[in-house]
């Protein structure tokens, strides 16, 4: 009979599918999962469709109180972890304290605030990484006839999604030349620029927010750098995360974007592992540390780090990959490396702009390392390509531009 003690800071998919796996590991260990917020395990993935009211709030809880009972994990919900003392072994919460033999850090992110004049106190700013988040600007969105979204990233391209189908009159504000300006090239960024606007967004690249114009804290327009004045009923604001790396303060738990880990997702004091998003881990592979902010990662991430916080070894070598609807009309892929991990990686790639369609491939010196296609019906191939990748397959440069072609086998 074991008698470890495992702990899991952090409910979301990476820490519960850890628990869910450590208790077929160690059938008879003790599991606790700590969570500051106050549900078990929801589907973050599914709160785009359900700020676009496209789904009900029951289809995005995934766990319920009955199925941690019936797996002996004992939740903790709506509580924060304070601090790790690994010379102890334990964790402290609201001053008790919890021994472990594994811990695991699970803890995701926040978003990044904005500390411009007239953000303090705006209560009609929104951020969208949880599910009060979207109860909360989704019951705005019930009266509100016009909207701003802010940033170039994936969260802000949901929220503009979300504004313009809900009928809001949308204002995407995005600093840089295009959505996702580090991993797109131009021809890529005008695909994407097309589906928006085809939807009906108004588009306001190379600016930003200089000020909240706000009265009795309600933010009544944005101010623009570049001098534009966009009167709104509310702000959604995607600036990216910032990881939740506070409890390695005080520790000597190794930190860059994230907490450093190696392939079997340990950091850098054994016994204290790391997963998800919050990881920055190994990918031995690519040859490099990053982090991956993505569901299947999260979930990819929870098993593997199960089996060596049980004791067994178990390196993580997937490809990291994602597919997402853009807008109506355009959908993207992306998978292994990227200009936005490693900018000095060669590119051949193809546009066809009838279509709608973009392929990029991008190599390591003669290897390929990964890829982003854009269309909805051009993904075929992708396995090939994914294989290859795996198999570190090398390419001579006038062998690329034919990889352009591959069909699905
Ligand atoms: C709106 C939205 C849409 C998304 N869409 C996609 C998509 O289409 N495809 C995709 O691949 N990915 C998507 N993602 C990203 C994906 O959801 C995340 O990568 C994934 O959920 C990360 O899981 P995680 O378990 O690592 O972290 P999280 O889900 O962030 O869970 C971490 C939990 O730990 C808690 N926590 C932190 N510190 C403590 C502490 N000290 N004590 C107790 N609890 C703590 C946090 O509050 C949080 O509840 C989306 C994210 C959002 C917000």
Redesign the pocket.
Known sequence: MSSRRYII???????TTAAEHLRKLDPSSSIHL????AYPLYN??A??PLLRKQIAASKVMMRDLAWHEKYAIELHLG???ERIIPEEKCILVHGRSYAYDALLL????APQPSQLPGAAGAQNIFH??SFDDTQLLSERLETARCAVAVGGS??AY?LAEAFVARGLETHWLIRGPRFLRRLLDEDAGSLLDAAARADGVHLHYGDEVASFETVNNQVQAVQTQRGLRLPTDLVGLGLGIQI?LD?AIGTTIATATGFVCDDRLETSIPGIFA????AEFFDPIAQMHYRM??????GAHGKVVAINMAGGDQRYHDIPE?S?KIFSDQAITQFGLSPELRPDLHMVRRLDRNEGHYRALFFDGDRLAGGVFIGKTNRAGKRRYLDAIKARATFAANEREALLDWKAV
């Open positions: 800071i952090g409910n979301g998919f990476a820490g700590f969570g500051d917020e973050r993935i709160l785009p509580t924060r972890v699970a803890t995701g992110g969208f990484q994936f969260i949901e939740h409890l997963a998800g998003d919050a902010g993505t569901w299947n990662n999260a994602y997402s």
